[in-house]
């Protein structure tokens, strides 16, 4: 137990280290910091040792993880507060256009408005993060219609474009149990992640065993650089969703 909760400090820890990694000063090494027993309820060792780390950092952080095999233990670290999520928010698109392929209501060769098929859109705005894509497919899905859906069907926080990182943790650990779509349709929007060319975040702070699909977000805003990133993390130990909200001024670049 106590090994498992190392493992799963360390993973969100160092996942998050790397979502700060140009903010102002150097952050402790992560191995300072010592999980000493399981559960993961407010207060718990654990939680207590990432909100420690988080301290430590430039800007103001909301983290959700969710262990998808073993005990199934879920932290919410301000999982629930409204932020922004940049382009993490892309995922919920994706899922519900792809949703909308697999009832038979779109196919991958429809065009959104500028003429690009469904099937280009959604492989620009996951694996480059096109925005462009991103919102010609909003506009043919329909804003108001993916606000009902995300409502209806568990994500009562996400009125999009807005986010919350409990939201997303519980779509990603839908999508990895096979819940969220199709076998075809989740291998490909599992495919588009592990391909994004944006590999500084999570998949930067991991272990190098560990295999991460994720999709991450950067937006320049009046306080700061908003950093965001989704991710599923597959280690020897156990899989993990991890979601990192930064925002206040995450680091001190663009």
């Known amino acids: 137990q106590i090994a498992r909760d190392k ?9 998050v280290l790397a979502l700060g990694s140009c903010a102002s000063g150097a952050p402790p090494p992560v191995s300072d910091v010592q999980a000493q027993s399981g559960e993961e309820n407010p207060g718990s060792p654990l939680e207590v040792a990432v909100r420690e780390r988080l301290v430590t950092l430039s800007g103001d952080y909301a983290v959700a993880v969710r262990e998808l095999t073993g005990e199934q233990r879920q932290l919410s670290i301000r999982g629930a507060e409204p932020r922004e999520p940049a382009s993490v928010i892309k995922l919920f698109a ?3 256009a792809l949703d909308r392929v697999d009832r038979g209501a779109l196919s991958l060769d429809d065009a959104v408005r500028s003429g690009v098929s469904v099937d280009d859109c959604l492989r620009a705005m996951i694996v480059i993060s096109d925005n462009n894509c991103h919102w010609e497919l909003v506009d043919l899905l329909g804003e108001q219609s993916l606000r009902a859906q995300f409502a209806r069907e568990g994500y009562p926080t996400t009125t999009y474009p ?3 990182g409990d939201d997303l943790a519980l779509l990603l650990a839908r ?17 588009l992640m592990a391909t994004q060319i944006y590999r500084q975040r999570a998949p930067s702070g991991v272990p190098v ?6 999709k991450p977000g950067l937006l320049a805003v009046d306080d700061g650089l908003v ?6 993390v597959s280690t020897d130990d156990g899989t993990y969703v991890i979601t990192i909200m930064g925002q206040g001024g995450t680091t001190n670049w663009a």
């Open 7 to 15: 493992i799963v400090l360390a993973l969100t820890v160092t996942a």
């Open 94 to 96: 994706a899922y519900a």
């Open 162 to 164: 807005d986010g919350y």
């Open 175 to 191: 999508l990895h149990a096979g819940e969220l779509l199709s076998a075809e349709s989740s291998s490909l929007l599992l495919d």
């Open 209 to 214: 065993n560990a295999a991460v699909v994720d």
């Open 227 to 232: 950093n965001t990133d989704a991710a599923i």
